[in-house]
T-cell receptor, first 112, second 117 residues
């Protein structure tokens, strides 16, 4: 099976930088996803990593180390609207149709 | 515009009744759709994989006779919660695996909040 760990809660200040970590254990790794989910809404896609390294997309960046089973999501210039839950999800070749397993999510609170 | 729609967005029903939730892929054909359930402050739990023209594949612990899935066309999958009980109250979300021009993205519907009284 797949085991995904991420911190439950984090707090940061508006304008600051925050890093949300995710560690995973899986066989047949086939990609790691980060999603943002605001309360009461469905998740929205943020990033996808399948090779080692950093993927940058505007204020958000995602890093992957396959050998360490580790990823992080980096949020820069935090805004109040970034307060949300951030879900790490891993896809495996051993699962059917490429389905992903989700971590429990990290609730980020951005304070003024 | 939205890639995946769900209807209804919320529903309140009495215990013992059945509720049908629709998931539509709006701008491309989806042979595979996924149904998730999310309880408050918890992550998404995959319930089943819906395959167009064939039987759905259910995850371990999900009762297939209680959660009926029909994927009759390439743009529509339905989830029917039969004989709903209060413990079935949850946020139900469908997703589409990918679209040809964005193969690594999973698109989610807006979700359906079910409350069983």
């Amino acid at each position: 099976g797949q085991n995904i760990d991420q911190p439950t809660e984090m707090t940061a200040t508006e304008g600051a930088i925050v890093q949300i970590n995710c560690t995973y254990q899986t066989s047949g790794f086939n990609g790691l996803f980060w999603y943002q989910q605001h309360a009461g809404e469905a998740p929205t896609f943020l990033s996808y990593n399948v090779l080692d390294g950093l993927e940058e997309k505007g204020r958000f960046s995602s890093f992957l180390s396959r050998s360490k089973g580790y990823s992080y999501l980096l949020l820069k210039e935090l805004q109040m609207k970034d307060s949300a839950s951030y879900l790490c999800a891993v896809r495996s070749y051993n699962t059917n149709a490429g389905k992903s397993t989700f971590g429990d999510g990290t609730t980020l609170t951005v304070k003024p | 515009g939205a890639v995946v729609s769900q209807h209804p967005s919320w529903v309140i029903c009495k215990s013992g009744t059945s509720v049908k939730i629709e998931c539509r892929s709006l701008d491309f054909q989806a042979t595979t759709m996924f149904w998730y359930r999310q309880f408050p402050k918890q992550s998404l739990m995959l319930m089943a994989t819906s395959n167009e023209g064939s039987k759905a594949t259910y995850e371990q612990g999900v009762e297939k006779d209680k959660f009926l899935i029909n994927h009759a066309s390439l743009t529509l999958s339905t989830l029917t919660v039969t004989s709903a009980h209060p413990e079935d109250s949850s946020f139900y979300i469908c997703s589409v695996l990918a679209r040809p021009d964005r193969p690594n993205e999973q698109f989610f519907g807006p979700g359906t909040r079910l409350t069983v009284l």
